[in-house]
């Protein structure tokens, strides 16, 4: 939010609850390790009113956990961001969260709560990493008022980093969820793709292990080396 922003739209207070709340995610430990095997990892996916990083919004957040290298069906969350309006009908179309579902969701201060709470401080994982970041970070500016800096993985740079040879064909979370035989059962929905991008990641993981990559820096260095990879090409 610019300054023009904040002065024709002043920030509220948050209330003495959410503020407790928030100060109680931010006192809780950082995780002890990373290993693959025996830590929590939780990914994540976004739906919004449209693709523009800077002025589209938030509307619908999935994530599920994967616990000690396993998905944890049980460990996994999902809600709808209350809209002020709902987005267009060709966007409705896309991911299938309906006017009435949007404006009826969730109170925005309400919604960033429950999921730094069901995140915690555990690692991050993404495809197209800086699409969520951007739009979780910007939607936790707006109404909880703090930025928002924690590790993320890009699975769109680990895969063609582990893969080289099939990084020209496969591009999109469709192209290595095809690859890996693995089904969506609702494309679009938030928590539906957070569940494909896991098992995408329990792919990547079990790459990782035959390469003696025992943790989540070892998987972040193969990203960071894929990224300059793909700056240098």
């Known amino acids: 939010m610019n300054w023009l922003s904040r002065l024709f739209h002043p920030e509220v207070a948050l209330s003495a609850e959410a503020a407790t709340r928030l100060d109680a995610w931010r006192r809780l430990p950082n995780p002890a390790g990373s290993e693959l095997d025996a830590s929590r990892f939780v990914v994540v ?87 969520d970041e951007t739009m979780i970070k910007r939607a936790l500016k707006e109404f909880l008022h703090f930025d928002f800096k924690r590790p993320w993985l890009d699975l769109a740079y680990v895969m063609p980093g582990f893969l080289p040879e099939l990084a020209n064909r496969h591009r999109a979370l469709d192209d290595w969820s095809g690859h890996f035989h693995i089904r969506n059962y609702a494309r679009h929905s938030a ?36 990224r300059w990879i793909s700056w240098a090409s």
């Open 45 to 131: 996916d976004v739906e919004t009113t449209g693709l523009n990083l800077a002025r589209d919004r938030l509307i619908a957040i999935g994530a599920v956990a994967v616990n000690q290298g396993r998905i944890d069906l049980t460990d996994s969350f999902e809600i709808i961001l209350q809209q002020p309006t709902a987005s267009g009908k060709d966007n409705i179309l896309i991911h299938g969260i309906g006017g009435t579902a949007q404006t009826g969701g969730v109170p925005p201060v309400e919604t960033l709560l429950r999921f730094l709470e069901f995140v915690g401080k555990d690692p991050l994982v993404a495809f197209h990493v800086t699409f």
């Open 191 to 226: 928590l539906a793709d957070a569940l494909s991008t896991a098992q995408l990641f329990l792919a990547a993981t079990k790459i990782a292990r035959q390469k003696n990559i025992p943790d989540f820096k070892g998987l972040q260095d193969v990203e960071k080396a894929q």
